[in-house]
């Protein structure tokens, strides 16, 4: 069964640092998504992605955030300049439409020192 | 704007016991909702989904009704076992936003032999 994969499974940065977080969406999915989840509490929208741009953004994906599909597979998370408060797991998902029936990856957690 | 609440955890319940976690939503009009299931050290998949009022979602021994006019979303299970032990999240599909998911705080369940 197809599945959506996120590399790698952990990151450890210094502060400051810039991190790319890489996900492999479901192939014939045209919709993707990056949430993320800090340890206990809720999971958090993070942005939206279709037909190459971005969909709808939420108030914590700011200017240190950017996305980008760099080929016909890959979908990247950027974070400009980490902060303490960014450790969190990230999450991506795809889907094959505006359902809410995401598929969803593993995660990488990110570890900023 | 649309929220989800769903009952605090964790929820501790000994195996073939039945369990209900509460989910209670506030929305404009009739969003889908979901119940999305995330194992130990896994990410998160859709367990089972409702579209329209009155509808039960199903799987794996899982059932929740849409009521609409009680704003819930109520997800049940007649006999857990101890590989149901997992964070159970409520969600609902924002058509507000651009089709967010509006993800409730999460509910841990742990099921003890």
């Known amino acids: 069964e197809p599945e959506v994969t996120q590399t790698p499974s952990h990151q450890v940065t210094q502060m400051g640092q810039e991190v790319i977080l890489r996900c492999v969406p479901i192939?014939?999915?045209?919709?993707f998504y990056w949430y993320r989840q800090i340890l206990g509490q809720k999971v958090e929208f993070l942005v939206s992605?279709?037909?190459?741009?971005?969909?709808?953004k939420s108030e914590i994906f700011d200017d240190q955030f950017s996305v980008e599909r760099p080929d016909g597979s890959n979908f990247t998370l950027k974070i400009r300049s980490t902060k303490l408060e960014d450790s969190a797991m990230y999450f991506c998902?795809?889907?094959?439409?505006?359902?809410?029936?995401?598929?969803f990856g593993d995660g990488t957690r990110l570890s900023i020192l | 704007g649309n929220s989800v609440t769903q009952m605090e955890g964790p929820v501790t319940l000994s195996e073939e016991a039945f369990l209900t976690i509460n989910c209670t939503y506030t929305?404009?009009?009739?969003?889908?909702l979901f119940w999305y299931v995330q194992y130990p050290g896994e990410g998160l998949q859709l367990l089972l989904k409702?579209?329209?009022a009155d509808d039960k979602g199903s799987n794996k021994g899982f059932e929740a009704t849409y009521r609409k006019e009680t704003t819930s979303f109520h997800l049940e299970k007649g006999s857990v076992q101890v590989s149901d032990s997992a964070v159970y999240f409520c969600?609902?599909?924002?058509?507000?936003?651009?089709?967010?998911?509006?993800w409730g705080a999460g509910t841990k369940l742990i099921i003890k032999p």
């Open positions: 998902a795809s889907s094959e439409e505006w359902s809410g029936t995401l598929d």
């Open positions: 192939s014939n999915h045209l919709y």
């Open positions: 992605f279709y037909n190459n741009e971005i969909s709808e």
């Open positions: 929305a404009t009009g009739y969003p889908s």
């Open positions: 409702a579209t329209k």
């Open positions: 969600a609902l599909l924002d058509m507000d936003s651009n089709y967010q998911l509006i």
